[in-house]
């Protein structure tokens, strides 16, 4: 299974989303924004990231800018919301992109592919 460090500002979605990749087995460490995401990469680097894309602070965008500088091997994930509601990926440098609200199934889904690939 995969370490992932899972960063979103908001609360309830990030208990959530936590317990289900644990109880599918990985170990998961919780960032509230996205400068404590950072710190917990740079402290100890993960196998998988997992942003929001909209946050107060230290955006998605920037958070994947200063990991691909730290570490090229870390598969990137992005979860928003408004990616389903715009029906547009922006431009940036993650390997999947999930909408949120997001199910286990495809939560699941993702996080296979990034460890498969």
Same mark, same amino acid.
């Not at 299974?1 to 990985?26: K, V």
């Not at 990469?41 to 955006?59: C, N």
């Given at each position: 299974?995969?370490?992932?460090?899972?960063?979103? @500002?908001? =609360?309830?979605? !990030?208990?959530?989303?936590?317990?289900?990749?644990? +109880?599918?087995?990985?170990?998961? !460490?919780?960032? +509230?924004?996205?400068?404590?995401?950072?710190?917990?990469?740079? =402290?100890?680097?993960? =196998?998988?990231?997992?942003? @929001?894309?909209?946050?107060?602070?230290?955006?998605?965008? =920037? *958070?994947? *800018?200063?990991? !691909? !500088?730290? %570490?090229?091997?870390?598969? &990137?994930?992005?979860?928003?919301?408004?990616?389903?509601? %715009?029906?547009?990926?922006?431009?940036?440098?993650? @390997?999947?992109?999930?909408?949120?609200?997001?199910?286990?199934? +495809?939560?699941?889904?993702? &996080? +296979?592919?990034?460890?498969?690939?």
């Amino acid at each position: 299974m995969a370490s992932i460090i899972l960063i979103d @500002d908001y =609360d309830h979605f !990030r208990m959530i989303t936590s317990m289900m990749l644990e +109880n599918s087995g990985h170990e998961v !460490r919780v960032a +509230n924004n996205g400068e404590n995401g950072l710190k917990l990469f740079k =402290d100890e680097p993960a =196998d998988i990231v997992i942003t @929001d894309l909209h946050m107060p602070g230290i955006d998605g965008i =920037d *958070v994947i *800018v200063e990991l !691909r !500088r730290i %570490s090229s091997d870390v598969k &990137i994930a992005v979860m928003s919301g408004f990616l389903e509601q %715009s029906g547009e990926i922006p431009d940036i440098d993650a @390997d999947i992109f999930i909408a949120k609200p997001v199910s286990s199934k +495809n939560l699941y889904a993702a &996080i +296979n592919k990034l460890l498969s690939s």
